[in-house]
């Protein structure tokens, strides 16, 4: 079946700096790939649309200058956490849809964040 | 926003079948459910989707009303590793673009 490998599994980054996360569709091509953020005990909440090629779409909110997104190939994206501070720390998570409409969407394992 | 709503929890003897409930009123015609579980910690693992007709794999079956505003997600004999939150979607269509919203999801707990 799809796999979506996303890399770090977990990291501890300082106040202010920046971290990358990938994502990576390992046995399908992956036009488009979302990301979610997930805080303690909530639900998944979509930060945004991820096109190969063009610009990434952002729902309301997300600081497009704060989480930089780039998909450069069929098969990787990545976000980028910038000056990263505590509030930020949360477990993000990527999902690529395999095929047409109507096919399913695998998700990533998932990145746990922690700002110190 | 989502567009479904679900029981917050649920619990199910292990052994027998869950059934869980999903609403989904507001749902439009070319927007297909979708149910996914997530494991502490882990991504959410795909169980299955549909648009309107029933549909059944290895893992769990899936029973859309007629009128497409419910399904029933129904795991057919519950063990201990299926306590979970398990998320009903509906898969959203805006200008050409897609994107799966996430509601609050029903934690089920299967007891030994």
């Known amino acids: 079946g799809a796999v979506v490998s996303q890399h770090p599994s977990r990291v501890i980054c300082k106040s202010g700096t920046s971290v990358k996360i990938e994502c990576r569709s390992l046995?399908?091509?992956?036009?488009?790939m979302f990301w979610y953020r997930q805080f303690p005990k909530q639900s998944l909440m979509l930060m945004a649309t991820?096109?190969?090629?063009?610009?990434?779409?952002?729902e309301q909110g997300v600081e497009k200058d704060k989480f930089l997104i780039n998909h450069a190939s069929l098969t990787l994206s990545t976000l980028t956490v910038t000056s990263a501070h505590p509030e930020d720390s949360s477990f993000y998570i990527c999902?690529?849809?395999?095929?047409?409409f109507g096919y399913g969407y695998t998700f990533g394992s998932g990145t746990r964040l922690t700002v110190v | 926003d989502a567009k479904t709503t679900q029981p917050t929890s649920m619990d199910c003897a292990e052994g027998r079948a869950a059934n869980l409930p999903c609403n989904h009123s507001?749902?439009?015609?070319?927007?297909?459910v979708y149910w996914y579980r997530q494991i502490h910690s882990q991504g959410p693992q795909y169980i299955i989707h549909?648009?309107?007709n029933n549909e059944t794999n290895e893992m769990a079956s899936l029973i859309i009303t007629e009128d497409r505003k419910s399904s029933t997600l129904i795991l057919p004999h519950a063990t201990l590793r299926d306590t979970a939150v398990y998320y009903c979607?509906?898969?959203?269509?805006?200008?050409?673009?897609?994107?799966?919203?996430f509601g609050k999801g029903t934690k089920l707990t299967v007891n030994p």
């Open positions: 999902s690529a849809r395999q095929g047409l």
């Open positions: 046995d399908f091509q992956a036009t488009t």
């Open positions: 991820s096109n190969e090629g063009s610009k990434a779409t952002y």
């Open positions: 507001t749902i439009s015609g070319n927007e297909y």
């Open positions: 549909g648009l309107k």
């Open positions: 979607i509906v898969r959203v269509l805006q200008g050409g673009s897609e994107k799966l919203v």
